[in-house]
C-alpha cells in the first residue's frame, strides 16, 4: 500500500512510542542502538545500528559518532535513544551515545534500555514512576501497534526475517528458473546474431528488448499478476547491460508495487544476475522510505557481485544516512559505470513524492506529555 498521507496515530506513553519503533524500522530490533530524531513537533528519521561490545572503547565511540553523524543530517534538534539488548552491553553505549549527541548541540528526550518486555529510562531515578525491575509492557496490546498494522505497516521479528524476503527462491522454483536463463540466453544470442544493419554490436536492438521487457514487468507488476519465469529470466540478462539497467533505474518512483516487483526479479534470478535487480530493489526501497530493506538488498547486490557500481553507490547512500526527502531533483539519467569508471553513478535531485514524516507532539520534560508520530522513513537499516 502506498499512501502519500498516512494516518496519524497517536502515542500516549513511552510503552507507546517503543511499540511504534519496529514499525519505523520494519523489523523488531535486538541487540541494536535506534535513534528517533526529532524537529519541531515530528519525528524526521530513525537510525539504526549494532549494539558495540562494552569492552571496545573505540568502537563505542565510533558508533555514537557514526549515528549523531547521521541524525545531524537531517536537521534534528532533539533525540531519543533507545538500546536493546542486556544492561551491560547497552549501559555503556546509550552514555557514549548521549555524551556524543549532547554535545554535538541535540537535545536528549529520553534515554531507554529495552530487554524482554520492560523498559528503563536512564533519566527517571524515581522507583515510582520508574521502578528498578523495569516497566512492563506489551507491544501486542498497544493500540499504536494496531493502528499502525491497520494502516498497513508490518513489523518483522528480526533483521534475518527481513533479509529471508529477499533470499534467492529454492527448490523447484530455482530449478525451474535455471531453465528459463538457458532459454533466455539462447534468445539473447538470437537477438544479436540478427542486428540490424546499422547496428553491428546489437545495442539498440538490446535497448529496445530491454526498454520493453521492463514496460511489461511493471505493467503486470502495477495490476498484481505474478510475472512468468521467462519473463524474469528475460528481463534478468537484459538488465546486465548498463543502458537496460538505467532505463529500469530511472523509471522508479515511491510506489510499494515497483517495490514488490524488484523482491521477486532479485528473489528469482539465477546467480550471477542478482546484482542489478538487488541495486534496483535498494533504490526502489529507498525511495519509499525502507531504509532497511535497502540495506539487505544492497547486500544481496554486493554477494552477488562485490564491485557492481550502483550497489556500491546506494550502500553510500544509506551509510551516509540520507533521506529521499533531500533530493530536490530527479537521479534522473545516471551515469552509469562505463562512463565514470568503477564506481560510476550519479545522483541528481527531484521532489520527494513520499509522504509527510512521522509527527510527534510538543517535546515536554513530563514523562506523562503526549508524543504524535506518523509512520517516519527507515532511512539506515
Known sequence: MTSTDPPRLTVRSTADLISAVPYLLGFHPADS????????TRIVFVARGDLPEPGDPAALRQAAEYLTAVIRRQGAQAVTILGYGPAHRVTPAVDQLEAVTQAAGLMVFDALRVSDGRYWSYRCHEPGCCPPEGTPFDPATS?????????????????????ERVAPVGGTGRAAMGSATVRARERLADLLATALPGDPTGIRSIRAAGADAVRRAEGRHRAG?????????????????????????ERIGADDWQVALWTDVLRRAEPGLAAAPGAL????????????????????????????????????????GLSPSALAES??????????????????????????????????????????WRPARRDVG
Open 281 to 320: 530493489l535498494a533504490f526502489a526501497a529507498w525511495r519509499v522510505g525502507n531504509g532497511a530493506l535497502a540495506a539487505v538488498a544492497v547486500e544481496r547486490a554486493l554477494a552477488d557481485d562485490p564491485g557492481y557500481s550502483m550497489a556500491q553507490l546506494m550502500a553510500d547512500v544509506l551509510n551516509g
Open 225 to 249: 499478476q505474478p510475472l512468468r519465469d521467462d519473463e524474469v529470466a528475460w528481463l534478468s540478462v537484459l538488465l546486465t547491460h548498463l543502458d537496460v539497467r538505467d532505463h529500469a533505474w
Open 143 to 163: 493500540a499504536v501497534a494496531a493502528a499502525a498494522t491497520f494502516a498497513g505497516h508490518v513489523a518483522l521479528p528480526d533483521r534475518a526475517a527481513l533479509t
Open 33 to 40: 542502538l535506534v535513534l528517533l530524531a526529532m524537529r519541531d
Open 331 to 372: 537521479w534522473a539519467n545516471p551515469t552509469s559505470p562505463s562512463r565514470t569508471g568503477r564506481r560510476g553513478g550519479s545522483l541528481r535531485r527531484r521532489p520527494d513524492p513520499g509522504g509527510p514524516p512521522a509527527r510527534v507532539g510538543r517535546q515536554r520534560r513530563s514523562r506523562r506529555s503526549r508524543r504524535y
